[in-house]
């Protein structure tokens, strides 16, 4: 069988692919040797910037089929129909480091989710914690800088980690997962997912409720010790990556069943706690888990650069029946996820095949800019509206509109009866059994031994304590134990 010709980027034939052209035997290259030229400065651009976070990920495609009806709460097509199924691609991801950093690390996990609804593309941008360090999004650029490698020593620091937690005492709640046994999952598939923020769903009858995603695994939950997880990371860096890899391949098609946490509308502003932020759960014996469906992975991706680091997800990518709640830190994730993807693949990120829709096809007046693949007819009008047959506006609102009152400015959330930020850090840690307590409190204490200034772990131990005298109590003393040994 002749193999396909070896031509340049513009189609023209190789003669040579093993020496470059030169002026005579052993004499200097030529500059008109077209093709050296495009095979060198192909390979000077073959990397683009990795995510700012999130950049260490793996995917698969995969299919979400509904098991039970959730039309009373949303008009959703792809989830209006008992049986029905929707092609999906997922991300998962460590959150802190770089691309080259191992997958076996104590960080949250990324669980980013799109689906190819017939109404267009839905993302759901999640993580594997219910919760977050922050509430709002103006923190969120300091907070993974103190997460981030320092600019001078070139590595994660204690000092900085532990230095913005002790001057946010809402990340309590989220330290005390990450800290725990679910701080370092034993692969992808042994972990949950969560949607972490509050969404609003819509009915056919415009009826407004609050929700909250929870993707249960089917694998069982498996978490890893840190000397596991230190000893993973050293024999395999890829090691999650491997797992999901070869689970797929072998057939095993990795699974999890979809349940939504439902609040009417009406019970938001008078709940104990602000229900919108992102620093706290809701108890489900208030609202319990409702069971939706079950999202299964079935196909690697042919190519992890074309695919799983070119996808991108954007939390304003709702389908009629979704929309945004009041959840100050989705507020801000609504611009700054598709603005990262306008700067790290271009503003046409949208026509690559893996975020393309599939299932719907986009229409709109966007043209140019880097990149630009779509056509169109040679007639096409790029504005609207328009006298001709161009695509036109539906009328129609994804979501049910919320009332808003006051005035402009900076604002604290407004108050709720139980909106302090350590009680349900303090819930957490009394739900773990001593074993679970022990290794938590090992965890912090190796982190929190390692700060150099005083009044930063002090304050850090002060929010243990606000959450429970016990932790706060068992933290100091192994702090203290490691500092004099």
Request: aromatic share 10%.
């Amino acid at each position: 069988m002749s193999k396909p010709t070896l031509t340049t980027e513009s189609g023209a034939p190789i003669a040579d692919n093993q020496n470059s052209s030169s002026a005579g035997i052993g004499g200097p290259l030529l500059l008109q040797d077209q093709h050296l030229l495009e095979k060198l400065a192909r390979f000077n651009r073959e990397r683009i910037p990795e995510r700012v976070v999130h950049a260490r990920g793996s995917g698969a495609y995969g299919y979400f089929e509904v098991t039970d009806d959730v039309s009373a709460y949303t008009h959703a097509h792809f989830l209006g129909e008992v049986g029905r199924r929707t092609e999906t691609f997922i991300r998962f991801s460590t959150v802190a480091d770089n691309l080259g950093g191992p997958d076996a690390a104590r960080d949250p996990r990324g669980f980013a989710l799109k689906f190819y609804t017939e109404e267009g593309n839905y993302d759901l941008v999640g993580n594997n914690t219910p919760v977050f360090f922050i509430k709002d999004p103006l923190k969120f650029p300091d907070f993974i800088h103190s997460q981030k490698r320092d600019p001078f020593t070139g590595k994660q620091e204690p000092d900085n980690v532990w230095d913005f937690w002790a001057h946010s005492p809402e990340a309590t709640h989220q330290v005390t997962w990450l800290m725990g046994d679910r701080g370092i999952p034993a692969s992808y598939r042994h972990m949950n997912g969560y949607g972490s923020h509050t969404y609003q769903w819509t009915n056919a009858d415009g009826e407004v409720f609050f929700v909250k995603y929870h993707f249960k695994t089917n694998q069982g939950i498996r978490c890893l010790s840190s000397e596991q997880g230190a000893e993973l990371a050293g024999k395999d860096p890829n090691s999650h990556q491997t797992d999901l890899l070869q689970s797929i391949e072998r057939g095993a098609r990795p699974s999890w069943t979809l349940h939504v946490q439902v609040m009417p509308a009406a019970d938001a502003a008078d709940y104990r706690f602000n229900p919108f932020d992102l620093t706290k759960v809701w108890p489900h014996k208030d609202y319990p888990l409702q069971r939706v469906g079950r999202l299964v992975l079935d196909r690697n991706p042919d190519n992890v650069f074309a695919e799983v680091e070119q996808a991108a997800f954007s939390p304003n990518n709702f389908v009629p029946g979704i929309g945004p709640s009041p959840d100050k830190m989705l507020q801000g994730r609504l611009f700054a996820y598709a603005d990262a993807h306008r700067y790290r693949l271009g503003v046409n990120h949208t026509q690559l095949a893996v975020n393309a829709p599939k299932a719907a096809k986009a229409a709109n007046y966007g043209r140019d800019g880097l990149m630009a693949s779509n056509a169109y007819d040679r007639h096409a009008k790029n504005y609207e509206p328009n006298s001709y047959d161009g695509p036109a506006e539906t009328g129609a609102a994804l979501s049910a509109p919320r009332p808003v009152t006051g005035h402009t400015g900076t604002h604290e959330a407004p108050a709720h009866s139980k909106d302090d930020d350590f009680f349900q850090a303090g819930e957490l840690y009394r739900l773990m059994s001593e074993e679970e307590k022990g290794r938590l409190v090992a965890n912090i204490a190796g982190g929190l031994s390692q700060v150099s200034h005083e009044a930063v772990v002090e304050k850090n131990i002060a929010h243990f304590s606000a959450a429970d005298t016990e932790y706060g109590q068992r933290v100091e003393d192994a702090v203290r134990a490691l500092q004099e040994g």
